[in-house]
Every structure is written in C-alpha cells, then in structure tokens.
C-alpha cells in the first residue's frame, strides 16, 4: 500500500486531485484510516489512475470520465468517443484559425492605413457564361475550405459521371445580400462551352444555366493565399461604396490560374483571383 503523497508521486498527479477524486467518487482509496485520515492506495489503482488522466488531456470531462469508467466502455465505444472528441477539435482548430486570419487582416488594413491602396479597381463588361454549379448553405466560415473542396469534388465528379466537358474557369458565387459569418449561400462551378447543349436529364444536386452579359461590374485581381482573399473584397466593397455604385448581384470569385485544387486535392499556394461585382448606377 502507498500512502497518498506517494501515491500522487508514483502517479504524476497532485495529492489535492486524487482528494478531488475520491470525493466524485471516480478514484478512491484502497483504504481509509478514519482515525487519521490517511488515504492509502494500492499499486494496482495506477492504471485506473492513468486511464483517468489520459482521458481528461485528451479534453474529457471528469463527469465523462466517471461515466466512461462507470459503464466500462468497450474498444469500439472508446473508439466512437474519441472519433467525436477529435471532430469537435477539428472544429475549435478551424474556428481558431479563421480567428487567427481575421486579426491578421484587420493588422494588415490598420498598417496599409493612409498608404497606396494595395488593388486597383476597374469597370468592366462581364461577357455571358454558361456555369455548371452546385450549391450548399456553408454553416460557418470557419468551415468554407472545407465546404470548397468537398463542393469542387462532387462538381467534378457529377460532369465526369455525366460525359459534361468543362472549359473552364472555376467560379464562385456569393448569394448573400449582406456579409455574414453563418449559413452562407454559396455556389461554386465551372464554365462550359458557350456552345453547350446537353440533352439528358441532371440530377438534382447539379445545375447547368446561363449567366447573362453584365454590362459593368467593378473588378480587381488578388493574388495570395485564399485565406487573404477578404482583404480584396473589403478593397472591392470599398470602392464601390465610395464611388456610389450600386451592387446588382452576388459576388464572383474567378480562378484565372487553374483550378483551386490539384489531383491530391491540395490548394494552390499563389493563386490569382479575379473578384468581381455586378453594378447599377
């Protein structure tokens, strides 16, 4: 038997948390002098003890963990929780880091303040397209490279199922009428041949339409990372406000450089990226 500050030595925790332990019930003592007080702990409660504490560092709570222990949960169970705990890490991972490129931006705007603008804006005509698209509700922005490459895959995959040749560029589109961070309708496509006709039947998660002639739209180049592409709408909305333009359609995302994502699905690292919004006056 090991007395408790032993104990907590031989087990790399503090003698305060094995008494937090005991008092949740989740580890308690071999045995308990109740005329001292003293806790006394067996050798054979070590790996118990270390279940607990890998299972609290991989972000279980100690509540989890006594219902964990409690209802001796199984390989394929322990499987199946942790499948879950490292989804929802995945999650605070792209949370973290859609945090991290918003104050990366906002000290790039603050450090560019009363500088040469760094994109120049022009109007230009937009000649019609044919665009083949899908089109989803991405729940956050956190989660758009996600959503991209998951939405370009099955855009692929349903013009090759079907025999439909693309030419090309890969477009996006932005329906939202006013910025937000949550449930953003989105459609990304490609352009085909102005010359299309396809006679078959589409499924219903494909569309195939015409995207008329746009007499003015206010237009600028990017190039960089796609994680800095807002700093290129926030330049291109700018403008537009400044210059008394009025938006007339959703904002497009035109890959001049190829597509997004190579064979592997890898992202190009110094893509170019026309952006573009319809105008009236």
Known sequence: MYKIGDFSRLGQVSVR????????????????????????????????????????????????????????????????????????????????????????LRLEQIENEGKEPLYEVMLKESPPLILASVRKTVPHTSQMAHYCQSMHQELYSLLKEHHIQHEGPEITLYHDKEYQEENMDVEMGICLNKNFIFEGTLPVNLS???????????????????????SGVLALLNWVTLNDWN????????????PTHNDRGEVQTEPVTELQIPLFE
């Open 17 to 104: 948390m094995l008494r937090h332990y005991d008092q949740l019930d989740l580890l308690k003592p071999e045995n308990v002098d109740y005329s001292t007080g003293y806790r006394s702990y067996s050798i054979k409660q070590l790996p118990s003890l270390n279940r607990i504490l890998f299972l609290k560092d991989l972000g279980f709570t100690l509540q989890q963990v006594k219902e964990m222990l409690a209802n001796n949960v199984n390989i394929e169970e322990m499987k199946a929780l942790l499948r879950e705990k490292q989804q929802a890490l995945e999650e605070e991972l792209n949370q973290a880091k859609h945090r991290f490129d918003a104050v990366s």
């Open 208 to 230: 195939v339409r015409n995207l008329p002639k746009e007499k003015k739209v206010a237009s600028l180049i990017y190039k960089g990372p796609y994680e800095g592409t807002f």
């Open 247 to 258: 938006i007339s359609g959703a904002l497009r995302e035109i890959q001049l450089s190829g």
